[in-house]
């Protein structure tokens, strides 16, 4: 069985920060893409950005410069540092991935994610 388990979402005015971290466990290998998608309400899901297992990031236009996808220590563990927060930020945030020798891709359960003053 794959979880994928998110945390750090929560209430932040403009402008600030937070990071969100998603961490994969399971019998599973080395994670092929770890991705972080946002859905807000009434909208469809979005992807935000990607992180290959070389290290290889990609960001949607509306994110770039304000947030960062990493993987520390080379485990199955991604980052999701956000800055410069505006409330179009707003949305549930959900982490995706696929692995080596799976056929199968995976979802996290959400984190909601709220900028407001």
């Known amino acids: 069985q794959v979880q994928l388990v998110e945390s750090g979402g929560g209430l932040v005015q403009p402008g600030g920060s937070l990071r969100l971290s998603c961490s994969a466990s399971?019998?599973?290998?080395?994670?092929?893409?770890m991705d972080w998608y946002r859905q807000a309400p009434g909208k469809e899901r979005e992807l935000v950005a990607t992180?290959?297992?070389?290290?290889?990031?990609t960001y949607a236009d509306s994110v770039k410069g304000r947030f960062t996808i990493a993987n520390l220590n080379a485990g199955n563990t991604v980052f999701l540092q956000m800055n410069s927060l505006k409330p179009e930020d707003t949305a549930v945030y959900y982490c995706?991935?696929?692995?080596?020798?799976?056929?199968?891709?995976?979802w996290g359960q959400g984190t909601q994610v709220t900028v407001s003053s």
């Open positions: 995706h991935a696929d692995f080596f020798r799976n056929m199968n891709d995976y």
């Open positions: 399971g019998s599973i290998f080395r994670f092929k893409t």
């Open positions: 992180i290959t297992s070389g290290g290889t990031t």
